[in-house]
C-alpha cells in the first residue's frame, strides 16, 4: 500500500512569515510528486509540481524534494490571509497498462495564516 | 484559461437511485480520472480512462460504478444504485499525456448527497 503522510495541522503562522508544509511517501520509486491546495468545499489547484532532488521556485513558493529520504516539502514565503487553505501532497504513479497517471494523496496540512 | 467543469455542482439522490455526474475535460487532453474525497478524508483515486477504456481502477470503483465517454466532449461517472456511503465530493480530472512529469487538472467537484 503506497502511501503519503502528512501532518494534519493546523499549522498557524502570521502574516508575512514563512510556512513550513511538510510530506513523507513510502513509495521509493515514486518520481514525480506535487502540491496542490485546496480551499474549504472546493477542489484540489495544482500549484506546484517537482521531479528532481533538490528546489524549485515559483513565485512565494518553493518545493523541496529529497528522494533519499522520501521527503517532500513546501515554504511559502511571504505568507498572505488568503494562503490559508489546506495544502494536499500528491505522489504520482504512472499506470503502466493502458496509460494515465494515478495520484496519491495525503491527508493535507491546514495553513492559517494570521493577521 | 482552458479548464475542467462538472455538472451539477451538487446532487441530492435517494438510497438506491442511479447518478450520473457528469465531466468536460479540457479538450485537448486525452486521459480522464475520477477522484473522490469523503468529508474530512483524503481525495482517494476512483478510475483512469484513455482511448475509451478504463486503464486502472481501484478497489473502491465496484460493479456499482462505470463511465463513459459518450462523445467527443463529455465524460460520465455513473453509480447505479446509490449507497449512504457514496455521499462525497467527486472530482473529475484530465491530464495531456501520461508519464512522471503529467500535470492532473481537476474540476471544481459535484457534492453527492444520498439520502
Known amino acids: 500500500q503506497k502511501e503519503v503522510e502528512q501532518n494534519s495541522g493546523p499549522l498557524s503562522v502570521p502574516e508575512g512569515a514563512i510556512a513550513s508544509l511538510n510530506c513523507t511517501y513510502s513509495d521509493r520509486v515514486s518520481q514525480s510528486f506535487f502540491w496542490y491546495r485546496q480551499y474549504s468545499g472546493k477542489s484540489p489547484e495544482l500549484i506546484m509540481s517537482?521531479?528532481?532532488?533538490g528546489d524549485k521556485e515559483d513565485g512565494r513558493f518553493t518545493a523541496q524534494l529529497n528522494k533519499a529520504s522520501q521527503y517532500v516539502s513546501l515554504l511559502i514565503r511571504d505568507s498572505q490571509p488568503s494562503d490559508s487553505a489546506t495544502y494536499l501532497c500528491a505522489v504520482n504513479n504512472p499506470i503502466l497498462t493502458g496509460g494515465g497517471n494515478k495520484l496519491t494523496f495525503g491527508t493535507g496540512t491546514q495553513l492559517k495564516v494570521e493577521l | 484559461e482552458p479548464e475542467v467543469t462538472q455538472t451539477p455542482s451538487h446532487q441530492v439522490t435517494q438510497m438506491g437511485q442511479e447518478v450520473i455526474l457528469r465531466c468536460v475535460p479540457i479538450?485537448?487532453?486525452?486521459?480522464f480520472y475520477w477522484y473522490r474525497q469523503i468529508l474530512g478524508q483524503k481525495v482517494e483515486f476512483l478510475v483512469s480512462?484513455?482511448?475509451?477504456?478504463?486503464?486502472?481502477k481501484s478497489e473502491i470503483f465496484d460493479d456499482q460504478f462505470s463511465v463513459e465517454r459518450p462523445d467527443g466532449s463529455n465524460f460520465t461517472l455513473k453509480i447505479r444504485s446509490t449507497k449512504l456511503e457514496d455521499s462525497a465530493m467527486y472530482f473529475c480530472a484530465s491530464s495531456l499525456s501520461q508519464g512522471d512529469w503529467t500535470e492532473a487538472f481537476f474540476g471544481q467537484g459535484t457534492r453527492l448527497t444520498v439520502v
Open positions: 517537482i521531479y528532481s532532488n
Open positions: 479538450s485537448n487532453h486525452l486521459y
Open positions: 480512462f484513455y482511448n475509451n477504456e478504463i486503464s486502472e
